[in-house]
């Protein structure tokens, strides 16, 4: 096996589990090359926030790498997820318990072709209020979460494609192809409005970040034991 030389540079793929930040991953993996090359500090960065509540595609660039990690920032990202109709949460996702109910909509395949053509090309979101969106120096989940009201402004994205599949009656299976700064769990709220049904985001995974896919992907305990042999 061709040696890594983690501590000069090098490109991990890595399949976040859930629950654990992206932050969380790049702290893990600072660490064992730093034990294991007996460092005191090293560059190690992420190129792309996923959601603790997200699995997939983490690419963590350590060392002279990281002077690249913006080309993959700025990559397409694709993932694959469900979304749960009927209702709503506040941060879109499960980080928050319902707090508004609608009647289910019918779905068939004439209005899941309407939602892709709605939502496919160049669209405006707004933000989730409970995300690491910077608003005057605070994330916008430190407001939220003093129930402190900002406005957040809608960003310009793009959905390169988006497949829908009905799961059954109240749940949505998706995969969709977008642009960086996508927020997956503002398309679902979105969804839910154009079916004036309300929406959130059950579960999300990362499949593809650019160039690197989930197959190509290894555990945290997979890269700590290449960096420990290394």
């Known amino acids: 096996m061709t040696k890594i030389l983690f501590d000069s540079g090098a490109v991990l793929v890595v399949d976040k589990p859930l629950n654990w930040t992206s932050f969380d991953v790049v702290k893990k993996i600072r660490y064992a090359i730093c034990k294991h090359y007996n460092l005191k500090k090293i560059k190690v960065g992420h190129a792309g926030t996923l959601d603790p509540l997200a699995s997939g ?27 749960r109709l009927g209702s709503t949460t506040p941060s879109f996702d499960l980080e928050t318990e319902i707090d508004k109910e609608f009647i289910l909509p019918a779905l068939n395949d004439n209005i899941l072709k309407k939602i892709s053509n709605n939502f496919t090309g160049n669209i405006l979101q707004i933000p989730p209020i409970f995300s690491a969106k910077r608003i005057n120096g605070k994330r916008a989940y430190q407001y939220a979460r003093n129930n ?3 406005v957040l402004k809608p960003n310009s994205v793009t959905i390169h494609n988006l497949e829908l599949k009905v799961v059954d009656k109240e749940t949505l299976s998706f995969n969709c192809y977008c642009s960086k700064g996508t927020y997956i769990r503002s398309l679902a709220r979105d969804i839910g409005l154009f079916l004036d049904s309300g929406g959130h985001l059950i579960s999300l995974k990362r499949i593809k970040s650019g160039n690197f896919s989930l197959e190509m992907a290894k555990s945290i305990d997979e890269w700590i034991d290449i960096i420990k042999a290394s």
């Open 57 to 83: 595609v983490v690419v963590v660039c350590t060392g002279k790498k990281t002077k690249i990690i913006d080309q993959f920032i700025n990559e397409s990202k694709e993932y694959t997820g469900e979304i």
């Open 148 to 150: 402190e009201e900002i």
